[in-house]
């Protein structure tokens, strides 16, 4: 399966508008989009600007993902990934990771570090952060509200520049804190 990565541009405003609103992101802030939100994110520069850069996933001719990179002026950018309902499942996701990784680190010689975040409860992403190299660096409990009410755990991974280009990840040691003294 040929994926091509596509520059978001400002025509391309409609489509976008419809592929957010149109679909549902479950592991995301909001479960549903606002068109009209989208629209003032557009105008605002979310998309495409100095600080973000925003990409089409296209499978065999349609746009199946969006990958939008942001802090891309910082040395640690962040990154949002989602793919339409009918094409989760097939590994897209994990693609996109791999090559967003490989876009950021060639394209911007200054960033150090990749971020992401998703939902304790995000299998899938979570499987791809593992097998694309990305290493988890936190764990915050009850930090991710969900549209059935309910709060769920966040969980926080990244890749080092010198990670991705040895192909090895360096964990973070968990066990540093002091013991504590007893009273």
Known sequence: MEIIYERFKSADADELVGFLSGDT???HGSDVVDGAEVRQ?????????????????VVAGARTGLVRLMDLCDDTPMFDLRIRTEHRGRGLGGQALTWLTRYV???FPKV??????TRQDN?????AFRRCGYAKEAHYRDAWPAADGEVRDAVGYAILRRDWRSGRTTVPDWNDELTPRPH
């Open 25 to 27: 992101w479950p592991f």
């Open 105 to 107: 680190f060639t394209e």
């Open 123 to 127: 299998v899938a992403m979570r499987r």
């Open 112 to 117: 150090h570090r990749i971020e992401g975040t």
């Open 41 to 57: 994110w557009i105008e605002e520069g979310r998309y495409d600007d100095q600080d973000n850069r925003t990409f089409w996933i």
